[in-house]
């Protein structure tokens, strides 16, 4: 039992380490071991390329047989882009296989173990299941929700403001709390702010890095006040899209269409909606959004309940001021019961900020 934690624990790292990469896929790694002996070890890299299994028994060879597997969720079992990994591992005559977690995907869901022991390979379950279901929470909420995984970003003063009343917000946290940020992106795979960020801060929304994916950029808009010249229509970094209501500006919109830029029109009449937005990148196979926006349109996700993790960077200083802005504006409740509470909350200091990540049912 020691051993298989501790074996599983790699595989977990593995996995880990291709973070930002294998979008709509979840993260899988695998360690393959003969008589206490590492012979083999794999990753999901991305999305149509081999699956962890895979690359672990390549690795391992002939020494496959009559080792023991170690993966972090089960394996396949369909045809995909890629082959059912239960015939690679059976035909590699490999003893043993441990599995941290069920697959929840529809399409395998326990069928990858039942082929497992129906070809006599003794299959264990459940070795460091809550480390390995926090891999992947973001992919079980995709396959079992018709809208991406929201991810809430905010950097805030210790009274709550992202801003001064003069709109100056560089820098209110620290180089280590924006240096995770670039993480956060990197991770995503569409960021979505308002055009008012657009308007005051000319926010690029990229990732530093140049040789990461960059995720998608999403501006709600529900009239069209987007400049021309703003750099996310500009600096041709990464795909953007303008999402508006039925309120929009039809010159504007046939300017920007002329241009090659995206507008996607929704439902709302004033307002853009966000769930028709949230269900057409869904659409488009976006796993995971991160919301970095003003409070309006914090609090119009959070109102509506659409958030599913927040992470808030707090930094030491005061800012004050009635017309300071703060990450959570809107209507408010009325009564202390009806206040928004996370399922549960860590705390971290990065730097010298406290990082709070929260989780909503």
């Given at each position: 039992m020691k051993?298989?934690v501790?074996?599983?624990?790699?595989?977990?790292?593995?996995?880990?380490?291709?973070?930002?990469?294998?979008s709509?896929?979840p993260?899988?790694?695998?360690v393959?071991?003969?008589?206490?002996e590492?012979v083999?070890?794999?990753?999901?890299?991305?999305a149509?390329?081999?699956?962890?299994?895979?690359?672990?028994?390549?690795m391992?060879g002939?020494?496959?047989?009559?080792a023991?597997?170690?993966?972090?969720?089960e394996?396949?079992?369909?045809?995909g882009?890629?082959?059912?990994?239960?015939?690679?591992i059976i035909k590699?005559g490999v003893?043993?296989?441990v599995?941290?977690?069920q697959?929840?995907?529809?399409?395998?869901?326990?069928k990858g173990?039942?082929?497992?022991?129906?070809?006599?390979?003794?299959?264990e379950?459940g070795i460091?299941?809550q480390e390995?279901?926090?891999?992947?929470?973001?992919?079980f909420?995709?396959i079992?929700?018709?809208l991406?995984y929201?991810i809430?970003?905010?950097?805030?003063s210790?009274?709550?403001?992202?801003?001064?009343a003069d709109?100056?917000s560089?820098?209110?946290?620290?180089?280590?709390?924006r240096?995770?940020?670039?993480?956060l992106r990197?991770?995503?795979d569409a960021?979505?702010?308002?055009?008012?960020t657009?308007?005051?801060?000319?926010?690029?929304?990229?990732?530093?890095d140049?040789?990461?994916n960059?995720?998608i950029?999403v501006?709600?808009?529900s009239?069209?006040?987007?400049?021309?010249?703003a750099?996310?229509?500009?600096?041709?970094m990464?795909e953007?899209?303008?999402?508006?209501?039925?309120n929009y500006?039809?010159?504007k919109?046939?300017?920007l269409?002329?241009?090659g830029?995206?507008?996607f029109?929704?439902?709302?009449e004033?307002r853009?909606?966000?769930?028709?937005?949230l269900?057409?990148?869904k659409k488009?196979?976006?796993m995971?959004v991160?919301?970095?926006a003003?409070?309006s349109?914090?609090?119009?996700?959070?109102?509506?309940?659409?958030?599913?993790?927040?992470v808030?960077?707090m930094a030491?200083?005061?800012?004050g001021?009635k017309?300071a802005?703060?990450?959570?504006?809107?209507?408010?409740?009325k009564?202390?019961?009806?206040?928004?509470r996370?399922a549960d909350?860590?705390?971290s200091?990065?730097?010298?900020?406290?990082?709070?990540?929260m989780?909503?049912?």
């Open positions: 051993d298989d501790f074996y599983m624990k790699l595989a977990i790292a593995n996995a880990k380490a291709m973070k930002g990469q294998t709509p896929n993260l899988v790694g695998a393959i071991v003969q008589q206490g590492i083999g070890m794999g990753a999901h890299m991305k149509g390329e081999p699956h962890a299994e895979i690359h672990a028994l390549q391992a002939a020494k496959a047989e009559g023991h597997l170690y993966v972090t969720l394996p396949c079992s369909h045809h882009k890629t082959g059912p990994c239960t015939e690679a590699s003893k043993r296989v599995i941290a977690m697959d929840p995907n529809p399409l395998v869901a326990g173990m039942t082929m497992l022991k129906q070809a006599g390979i003794e299959v379950e460091c299941k390995a279901e926090r891999l992947n929470v973001p992919f909420h995709f079992q929700s018709d991406p929201v809430l970003k905010s950097a805030i210790i009274d709550g403001k992202i801003a001064t709109q100056e560089k820098w209110i946290t620290g180089t280590e709390a240096t995770e940020v670039q993480q990197q991770e995503a960021v979505l702010t308002g055009v008012e657009i308007i005051q801060d000319d926010a690029g929304l990229i990732v530093k140049p040789f990461n960059q995720p950029r501006i709600l808009d009239t069209l006040r987007i400049p021309f010249h750099k996310c229509l500009t600096d041709h990464a953007t899209i303008i999402c508006t209501s039925q500006d039809q010159k919109h046939h300017q269409m002329q241009r830029h995206q507008v029109v929704t439902s709302g004033h853009t909606d966000i769930h028709d937005v269900h057409m990148l488009r196979s976006v995971s991160l919301v970095e003003g409070g349109v914090s609090a119009s996700f959070l109102e509506a309940s659409l958030v599913n993790e927040a808030i960077y030491p200083l005061l800012i001021g017309g802005p703060t990450f959570f504006e809107g209507e408010g409740v009564k202390l019961k009806e206040a928004i996370p909350i860590e705390y200091m990065v730097g010298k900020d406290l990082k709070m990540t989780r909503f049912q």
